[in-house]
């Protein structure tokens, strides 16, 4: 150990690292989790997007994946099960209490094992918190083990992750869509978000001069607290707990899978154990490693390498940043490191949802006894109360919502029309309600309706938490060709 590195090391985070390697590996599990239920339907051999069919129709991959050169539904399995196998390991603590080579190993398979799903995901994988999950679980990998102490270093860097999430989206904001600026945004964002929660519509009824307040603490959250992250103690831990209070409260208003459970998890990388034991007496103040007085050489050598690199991939997330045409959700690598993050920078005024119908009449005329399906996170039935499913991934759902914000003429869309047109039975599981109870409706068709939150009185009045008003016919009735 070299005397000079000493500053290297930093034993009063040990609480922080406990969290952050547990918080880390336990969203790990979530979204192999996500991905073990609903990735077969989606993308599997017989997906909506079969992974085969856009594995053969690319010359060349240029992002990494263990399935390029061959892909099974098996396999895939193998991979998720692999993934939530060793995720459980590190939330228990397992190659934690190993050198430090191990919790090493098990974050960067994991790192790899999801990379590879990501990378044929396609649409249904093309969210920001896929990325985020990857640089996150790179860089945790290199906290070390309880035989070490918490690399400084390392912790800088999971701060600076946290400084580009935070940041990247308040600049969105305020060089997106005017209502950031003149502070009406919150006049419709809880309403309009991709997945409402269930205090969703009670946040959209507050005040409007609340709302404003929501916005303005946003402001101060996303563009001025991040800097504080790298004060001394106790700003620093101050500037992490206003960023989890932010986004804890995100959680209890809307359904943004991990992005916010992450964001809550990366902000620890800023709290000392004093701060920690201060608020939480349980917490020990010194909870140093025990026999783990200096880091090791070659150690120390592979941290300081992977800084230098993560500094380096840093250069044009930074660029991005103060550029006035910024990227939001972006990767500048094909390993997805020293990303670009950011999130609704101008917010939809409207509620459009795209309400699927099915019948078994042989005429599909309006009088045909359509029956809705039921999804399992948008909005639907208008009494129904909104499930909370973060951070877990409703991965249907949110691109369900995209729907009239681009197209309803989606290839995956129309596969997913044809396979209620047969009562495919995985695609059906994705669902909530089959109003069909597995049989084969003769018709389907999509509808445009919009939809807004009941009133208070509204609500006292018809039991209704939406009001829905039908729009226009997005896809007419459409049914299989006849058999020969």
Excluded at 371 to 376: A, L, Q
Excluded at 385 to 408: G, N, S
Aim: hydrophobic content about 50%; aromatic content about 14%; overall charge positive.
């Amino acid at each position: 150990m070299v005397e000079w590195a000493a500053w290297l090391d930093a034993p009063e985070y040990e609480f922080a690292r406990q969290v952050l390697q547990r918080g880390i590996a336990a969203l790990y599990f979530v979204a192999f989790l996500s991905s073990l239920n609903q990735f077969p339907a989606l993308l599997g051999e017989r997906g909506l997007l079969p992974v085969p069919d856009f594995l053969a129709g690319v010359s060349r991959l240029g992002r990494p994946t263990l399935f390029r050169w061959h892909y099974s539904d098996r396999l895939f399995r193998g991979v998720c099960w692999t993934g939530l196998a060793v995720s459980g390991t590190l939330i228990a603590g397992l190659p934690q209490a190993g050198p430090p080579w191990l919790p090493l190993l098990a974050f960067l398979a994991l790192w790899w094992l999801y990379m590879s799903i990501v990378n044929v995901g396609q649409t249904f994988y093309g969210f920001g918190w896929e990325m985020l999950l990857l640089e996150a679980g790179f860089i945790a990998a290199f906290l070390g083990s309880d035989q070490t102490p918490p690399p400084r270093t390392i912790l800088i860097m999971l701060a600076w992750l946290v400084f580009r999430l935070e940041f990247g989206a308040g600049m969105i904001k305020i060089r997106g869509g005017r209502e950031w600026r003149d502070l009406t945004a919150l006049y419709y964002h809880h309403e309009t978000q991709p997945m409402p929660g269930p205090l969703s519509r009670q946040a959209h009824l507050l005040p409007r001069r609340v709302h404003r307040m929501e916005v303005l603490g946003n402001h101060f959250a996303q563009l001025v607290v991040p800097f504080f992250l790298f004060a001394p103690q106790p700003l620093a831990s101050a500037a992490a707990g206003i960023i989890i209070f932010t986004q804890l409260w995100l959680v209890a208003t809307g359904n943004f899978a991990w992005l916010n459970w992450m964001a809550v998890v990366l902000a620890f990388a800023a709290i000392s154990d004093p701060v920690a034991h201060a608020l939480v007496p349980a917490i020990p103040a010194d909870w140093g490693p025990a026999g783990a007085a200096s880091t090791p050489l070659w150690w120390l050598v592979v941290i300081l390498a992977v800084t230098v690199l993560l500094v380096a991939l840093s250069y044009r997330p930074v660029e991005n940043l103060f550029s006035r045409h910024q990227l939001m959700n972006a990767s500048f690598n094909r390993w997805q490191l020293g990303n670009t993050y950011g999130a609704f920078g101008t917010v939809t005024k409207r509620r459009i949802e795209i309400v699927v119908e099915g019948t078994f009449a042989e005429d599909p005329d309006d009088d045909a006894g359509w029956r809705e399906y039921g999804f399992r996170g948008k909005p639907g039935d208008v009494r129904r109360l909104p499930r909370q499913w973060a951070p877990y991934h409703l991965r249907l759902d949110w691109l369900m919502w995209f729907l009239p914000l681009r197209t309803v003429h989606e290839e995956w869309f129309y596969a997913f029309l044809a396979r209620l047109l047969t009562a495919d039975r995985p695609t059906l599981r994705l669902l909530r309600l089959d109003p069909f109870d597995g049989g084969c409706p003769r018709w389907v068709r999509a509808r445009a309706c919009l939809y807004r939150f009941a009133t208070r009185a509204e609500f006292r009045e018809t039991g209704q938490r939406w009001i829905r008003t039908s729009l226009y016919m997005a896809i007419p009735p459409v049914s299989l060709p006849p058999e020969d």
